[in-house]
């Protein structure tokens, strides 16, 4: 047994002290797989646990980090073997488990799935948790019964990671986009990634009223509270939003009258406790439909130690897309 580098959150009488730091392999969880961790990424919730600005961690140490691509070194399963590429979203891994931020992860195989043919573990990471919701976003909204022809789809949060893929997503299966952001400066780069139209993020936080102007038959929200009052109210009548994101708060101040004077349908998205098959259904969509230059536009790179100050960036909207850490130092 050895030691290996990771980032590792431990709790203090002040709060919590995060270090990149040796992290001994005698003291990792229980788990069937063991795996060489090459890429990770940063999600909002990762940066919530590092800066600590919402109770994500509930264990100590903790090394965070939610999502992870790598190889497999050790199995005790059938089902996975030494060298077979591995994908792991969630579960409560840098949450409750030991995560992602090291190079090496030891985890349920129940967790994993395999690197979807035709991507990359770099490319993985870039998609991440982040393009996994987006996607599981889209076919909510597809199993609701919505096709493009029904009316445009609007994207909060779209300079966002999850925002971001969900405009090239929706863009490449014939939406017409509009793209809800705070940041004006970033319109160039939503019309890239597909959007037909860039609308300022104060046009939907205002008080919403219970009906309005019917905007849109479609919709994936990132942020909440009064954004996703909004965006319900403006909702064409059979129409539904998918609902993945609090990046603006928890509350929800709406009326029924969405509901039931239109017939409107609000999604809940969740990632972290999806069932296999339908992660596996969710990736193998990603890696046929979203395009991977754009995927690559929204894309930069990082080592792992620079998760630290990325941290505090995604927790004030400052990040631009997707960010790959490159964990193992082997490049993008
Ligand atoms: P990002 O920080 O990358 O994106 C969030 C975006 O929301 C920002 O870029 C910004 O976009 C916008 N935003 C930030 N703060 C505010 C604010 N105060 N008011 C309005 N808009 C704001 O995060 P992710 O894309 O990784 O995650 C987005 C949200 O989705 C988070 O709340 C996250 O916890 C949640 N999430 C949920 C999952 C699930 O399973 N349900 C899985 C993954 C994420 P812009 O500048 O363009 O306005």
Redesign the pocket.
Known sequence: MGTFRAIVIDKTEGGQQVAVRDFDEADLMDGDVDVRVTHSTV???D??AITGAAPVVRRFPMIPGVDLAGIVERSSRADFKPGDAVVLN?WGVGETHLGAYAQKARLKGDWLIPLPKGITPSQAMAIG??GY?AM?ALIALERHGLTPDRGPAIV?????????VSVALLAGAGWHVI?????PG?AGYLKDLGAAEVVA?AEL?GTPRPLGKERWAAGID????T?LANLLSMTRAGGAIAA??????MDLPTSVAPFILRGVALLG????M?AKARRIEAWGRLARDLDLAKLAAMTTTIPLDGVLAAAPE?????????IVVDVAGEGS
């Not at 990132?222 to 509270?225: D, E, H, R, W």
């Not at 993945?244 to 708060?249: N, S």
């Not at 995604?314 to 997707?322: E, H, K, T, Y």
């Open positions: 999600n909002y919730k940066g919530l969630g948790t982040a919701t599981l909060t949060g779209a300079a966002g990671g999850v925002g971001s793209a809800s952001t705070g940041r970033e993020r936080s990132s942020v909440g509270s954004t993945c994101g609090l990046a603006g708060g998205i969740d990632s972290v999806a995604i927790v004030a909207g400052r990040v631009r897309g997707r």
